[in-house]
């Protein structure tokens, strides 16, 4: 072991398995898109069943997995103080698989299989909430346990990939469901097919908890659990013995003061985390991302040409998060963030513009493209680092839950008023994404403190000035 430096593979080995959580996180939220319209075939959510609440029937069955975010987000700050990282992300690995798997064959135990009768709808709902649940950990917990597991010097980096691995996620499973699909009748789709689409969640699952049993628990929740030998063995490997101890001593005048309250360190802390969640909702993002189709074909695209510039934006998503990751610690967090809020809002504004003049084609393909490529290099993935290292170790896992929680409401907010403001006006729509993207530079400008190369125990004397 290396007195100066720690082992590379090590440290990198570790992350990639934390970043499954975050493959995971993308490809449950995803996979249901395959799945719309033969989950309204199979359950018979038309109006001769259900009248006119069927829209309203459909739309909980596609979005009841945002209740299980939610939840999950909720109770992760319960889950990380009392098991640990490691243990609640074991938690959440169950729930993936348990959902894929009863998602997928929802009247297994209960029902006669092929009958989508309502109390096999309720179970497929319930089975999508555990998934949900588990998308909620993952959220809050894969980025705290990269962050407490990473040197200072390559922290953003290694967060970052957290989110690299949450877009990839939500493009392999766009590819998995063409693959389930292809060449098959509609009748086989809405059948079977939509099955193979939830129960593929599993294999992903399976090799996440598998793979946690090879990664040790996080050195600063050891170090705060009382197994210090444990955390400098860790810290040394990762850091190399000398820094490892330096480290440790950190750790150790930081966990004497045992805070319970979340607001031991005042509110602007707290309200930082939050807003960082809710402006990166707030600016639009997953209204792109899960609308896409829709918004091509309602700027007049066809329905392949649309499904192509989906293709399109998933790679320019996963390109411009590559970007973020190898300057997030070159560069710092603000500068990135406040570049990135220009880009959205010169994205937002034009494609706004573009709409109010019935201009459509390629040029609004390309602000759109512009949008998405600013959010990705900056508040998708930059967002997630902060929250996961801001807080001090003290009030580290219920400030990020409070902070994800927000993350979740926000984005179920943003989701469900997109179809009425679109209706409204559709120009006033992206407008208002493009205000809230200049009132995020003003944020990041003025509230938000920079934390690049800072340890995660440095962050506690920064918050008591």
């Given at each position: 072991?290396n ?24 490809y ?37 997995a ?29 729930m ?6 009863g ?54 980096k ?69 197994q210090e ?77 649309a ?51 019935q ?32 807080f ?5 896992g ?5 902070a ?43 509230m ?6 800072k ?11």
């Amino acid at each position: 072991m290396n007195e100066h430096s720690g082992e590379k593979f090590y440290i990198f080995g570790i992350t990639l398995v934390a970043t499954l959580g975050g493959l995971l996180f993308g490809y449950d939220t995803a996979v249901i898109s395959g799945a719309v319209d033969s989950l309204k075939m199979f359950f018979h959510l038309d109006e001769a069943t259900f009248g006119q609440a069927a829209s309203f029937y459909h739309g909980a069955t596609v979005s009841s997995a945002l209740i299980g975010c939610i939840i999950g987000s909720i109770i992760s700050g319960i889950f990380a103080t009392k098991l640990g990282r490691k243990k609640s992300l074991l938690v959440a690995a169950v729930m993936f698989f348990v959902s894929a798997m009863g998602a997928s064959f929802p009247e297994v135990f209960f029902f006669h299989k092929g009958e989508g009768t309502i109390p096999v709808l309720i179970a497929f709902n319930i089975y999508r909430i555990i998934g949900g649940i588990g998308v909620g950990l993952a959220s809050a917990i894969c980025p705290m346990y990269i962050a407490e597991i990473a040197p200072a010097e390559i922290r953003g980096k290694l967060v970052s990939w957290n989110q690299f691995a949450i877009i990839f996620g939500m493009l392999v499973v766009y590819f998995v469901n063409f693959f389930i699909t292809k060449g098959e009748s509609q009748a086989w789709i809405d059948a079977i097919g939509w099955r193979y689409m939830f129960a593929s969640n599993a294999i992903p699952a399976a090799i996440f908890g598998f793979l946690l049993f090879l990664v040790p628990e996080t050195p600063r929740y050891l170090a705060l659990s009382n197994q210090e030998e444990k955390a400098l063995n860790i810290l040394s490997k990762i850091n190399g013995t000398i820094k490892a101890c330096k480290i440790l001593q950190e750790i150790r005048d930081t966990a004497h003061e045992k805070i319970e309250k979340v607001t031991a360190y005042g509110w602007k802390v707290l309200i930082i985390g939050i807003l960082l969640s809710v402006f990166q909702q707030v600016v639009g993002i997953n209204v792109v991302l899960y609308y896409a189709p829709t918004i091509f074909k309602g700027l007049g695209f066809g329905t392949g040409a649309a499904m192509y510039q989906t293709v399109i934006m998933g790679f320019v998503n996963i390109v411009f998060t590559l970007v973020a990751i190898f300057t997030v610690d070159k560069f710092g967090r603000k500068p990135l963030l406040i570049i990135g809020s220009v880009g959205m809002a010169i994205g937002m504004f034009a494609i706004g513009l573009l709409a109010h003049l019935q201009i459509i084609g390629v040029s609004t393909l390309v602000f759109i493209v512009i949008y998405s490529a600013s959010f990705m290099m900056s508040w998708g993935p930059i967002c997630w680092v902060l929250i996961s290292e801001i807080f001090p170790n003290t009030i580290r896992g219920k400030a990020v839950a409070i902070a994800v929680a927000a993350q979740w409401i926000s984005n179920f907010i943003v989701s469900a008023s997109f179809p009425s403001l679109e209706s409204f006006s559709i120009t006033f729509t992206y407008c208002l994404y493009g205000v809230m993207s200049v009132l995020s530079i003003l944020f990041v400008w003025k509230m938000v403190p920079e934390t690049k190369g800072k340890t995660l125990e440095e962050m506690q004397g920064l918050w008591k000035k």
